[in-house]
T-cell receptor
């Protein structure tokens, strides 16, 4: 089956530093990847849509200068949390769909998430 | 993003069938019903999806009512490892999926 790999699975960083999270599709290619954030005991919230070769699309209320997204290839998207603060501590999850599959009738495949703790 | 309604929690005895309901009365004609589950501290796992016919795979069965306003996910023989939050999501047209609050299923030994 389709596999999405996220790295790292967890990271602890100091306030003010930046953290990069990688999302890779291992056995398929994806022109679009999605980044979600999940706070404790809450559901997943879509942060942004990452588009290969073009700018990401951010959801309302998500700061694009703080959460930098790069989608340089059909198998890799990165999310960089810049100048992280404790309130950015969360579970970040990426997802992707095989670009050959119709979006209306094919599942999204999710990574296993990255737990970010900012001290 | 169309809305779905699920009970916040359910219990099921180990070995019994778990039937998880979902209401989606505003579903439109081209929207599929997707089910995912999330085990604690992991990413969501795809289970099954369907449009209007009932579907079955190695994990579960999906029963969609004729008017498509509701559906039921059936885990035929629940195990302890099926304890998770189950999300019923409508997808189609839009590229991404919007998650509601889901149903927290607890399988009891």
């Amino acid at each position: 089956g389709a596999v999405v790999s996220q790295h790292p699975s967890w990271v602890i960083c100091k306030s003010g530093t930046s953290v990069k999270i990688e999302c890779r599709s291992l056995d398929f290619q994806a022109t679009t990847m999605f980044w979600y954030r999940q706070f404790p005991k809450q559901s997943l919230m879509l942060m942004a849509t990452s588009n290969e070769g073009s700018k990401a699309t951010y959801e309302q209320g998500v700061e694009k200068d703080k959460f930098l997204i790069n989608h340089a290839s059909l198998t890799l998207s990165t999310l960089t949390v810049t100048s992280a603060h404790p309130e950015d501590s969360s579970f970040y999850i990426c997802s992707a769909r095989d670009y050959r599959a119709p979006s209306y009738n094919s599942p999204l495949h999710f990574g296993n998430g990255t737990r970010l703790t900012v001290t | 993003d169309a809305k779905t309604t699920q009970p916040p929690s359910m219990d099921c005895a180990e070995g019994r069938a778990a039937n998880l309901p979902c209401n989606h009365s505003t579903i439109s004609g081209n929207e599929y019903v997707y089910w995912y589950r999330q085990i604690h501290s992991q990413g969501p796992q795809y289970i099954i999806h369907g449009l209007k016919n009932n579907e079955t795979n190695e994990m579960a069965s999906l029963i969609i009512t004729e008017d498509r306003k509701s559906s039921t996910l059936i885990l035929p023989h629940a195990t302890l490892r099926d304890t998770a939050v189950y999300y019923c999501i409508l997808g189609g047209g839009a590229n991404n999926l919007f998650f509601g609050t889901g149903t927290r299923l607890t399988v009891i030994p």
